[in-house]
């Protein structure tokens, strides 16, 4: 089962498989299902042509941003922030947290791992 572009995992729950969505959580997953009125335990490889359609319908319906859109849409919020020079922009540039949080420890997410600094002198040889 194909939507949005994504295959659907066959052998899990159908309010759990819309979840490989992005832009779908579980509480949205739910309401998409129950708007289509299609059993949440019922699997994909279970669901017909028709059941694959009201789910369209009903993502289409609801106006959720979904995928390619919901990735663009973020994208080009970040780039806004950056062009302005927003001080949340300029930490996106520099690849630091954007949200106060402190970055003298943990921040390792974004920062990636630890490059430890040398003593700045060289090693002398023994000879």
Request: net charge positive.
């Amino acid at each position: 089962m194909r939507i949005q572009g994504i295959t659907l995992p066959d052998n899990k729950r159908m309010d759990i498989a819309l979840t490989t969505i992005y832009g779908i959580g579980r509480p949205r997953a739910k309401s998409i299902l129950v708007k289509a009125g299609i059993d949440l335990a019922k699997k994909p490889k279970d669901a017909t042509v028709d059941d694959e359609n009201k789910i369209r319908a009903a993502i289409e319906q609801g106006g959720y941003k979904v995928e390619g859109e919901l990735r663009r849409d973020k994208a080009a919020n970040i780039k806004r922030l950056k062009d302005i020079k927003s001080y949340r922009g300029t930490r996106h540039a520099r690849h630091l947290p954007a949200r106060g949080q402190r970055t003298k420890t943990n921040a390792r997410t974004l920062k990636g791992p630890k490059k430890t600094m040398g003593s700045g002198r060289r090693k002398v040889e023994k000879t």
